[in-house]
């Protein structure tokens, strides 16, 4: 089992400080722990797949080092770093059955615990429930079923560390989904220490132990789920993950752990003990609603999306655009809504 850790990491492709140089990844410091699932999230172009090529070793860093359990990395090329790697496309090899797709990195390391080639392939694709399609080819799978052979395959060594890139992003939501609780079940069974790359951050929230959210080849914040949900740390993260409702306003009055907060000459009161004088803050949709009578803001309604269990309403504020989320239909185009001032969420000074 393995920990891993980015120290000061930067990658800059081209020639550093040429026109043409783009700066990729700047100062990443991220420690994985043992057995764990971390996620890397962020939209496209943020770096994501940089970092997880960086720690498989097919790209070198600029600056700043990869270390397993505390092994510097520099120089150790991919086949001799211990680890298992899934892609996006499931790359599998067209001409070989899926037994010998899934026992092809045994030909270069031992299967472990003695087993032998076969006994090892068998188990693999029992875990990934795939036993008795040993002889079909690849073709003859679902993409659901190609990407689990890929994973029996990256597992297939026993890898220290498993590495995987939009592994479910060519599939629909529904496999994706299925495909999700499997790769879970599948990693905690296994312990193994787990790096994910996704731009779905409903997929980071529900699948991570911990993950990092990435913004223009920066960490903005790790966290687990719950703490990257309900307290964002920058703007970027509040407005990624979910539907935060973001507002910048200026401190008034302070009594306690409350602040009075006036944006456009409307006033709020917000749950705000740190100092500053101007600051960004979030509420998220599901606070905002119509029978709370304080920090109360009258909504132009703008679209709204049935969504089964509750409506997810769009609209603004002041210009501002506001996200809603209200058990029913709003029949009028304005509505009046409040939040508690426990509800909102500083996000920092702007
Ligand atoms: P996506 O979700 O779209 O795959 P990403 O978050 O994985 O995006 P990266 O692929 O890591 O982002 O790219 C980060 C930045 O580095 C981007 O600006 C990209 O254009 C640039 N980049 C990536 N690979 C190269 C390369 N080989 N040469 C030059 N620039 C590159």
Known sequence: MTDLRLEGVSKVYGETGTATDTVALEGIDIAV???????????????KTTTLRTIAGFEETTEGTVRYDGREMAGVPPERRDIGVVFQSYALFPHMSIAEN???????????????????????????DLEGMDDR?????????????????????????????????????????????QLK????????????????????????????????????QVGRPQEIYREPATRFVAEFVGDNNVFDGEV??????????????????????????????????????????????????ETSEFLGETVRVNGRWNGARIVLQLPEVPERDELTVGFDPDDAHVVGPH
Not at 196 to 213: F, G, K, N, P
């Open 252 to 301: 008034r009055s302070r009594d306690g752990e409350y602040a009075q907060v006036e944006i456009d000459g409307e006033r709020f009161t917000l749950s705000a003990s740190d100092g500053t004088d101007r600051l960004t803050f979030c509420v998220r949709p599901g606070a905002l609603s119509q029978s709370v009578e304080r920090n109360r803001l009258t909504v132009n309604v």
């Open 33 to 47: 722990r043992d057995g764990e699932f971390f996620t890397l999230v962020g939209p496209s172009g943020c770096g």
């Open 102 to 128: 899934v026992g092809y990195g045994l030909q270069f390391r031992e299967p472990p615990e003695g087993l032998s080639v076969d006994e090892r392939v068998a188990d693999l694709l029992e875990l990934v």
């Open 185 to 220: 079940r599948i990693q905690s069974e296994l312990e193994i220490t787990t790096v994910y790359v996704t731009h779905d951050q409903a997929e980071a929230l529900a699948i991570s132990d911990r993950l990092a959210v990435m913004n223009g080849g920066r960490v903005e």
């Open 137 to 181: 080819s690849p073709e003859a799978l679902s993409g659901g079923q190609q990407q689990r052979v890929a994973l029996a395959r990256a597992l297939a060594p026993a890898p220290d560390l498993l590495l995987l890139d939009e592994p479910m992003s060519a599939l629909d939501a529904q496999l994706r989904e299925s495909l999700r609780r």
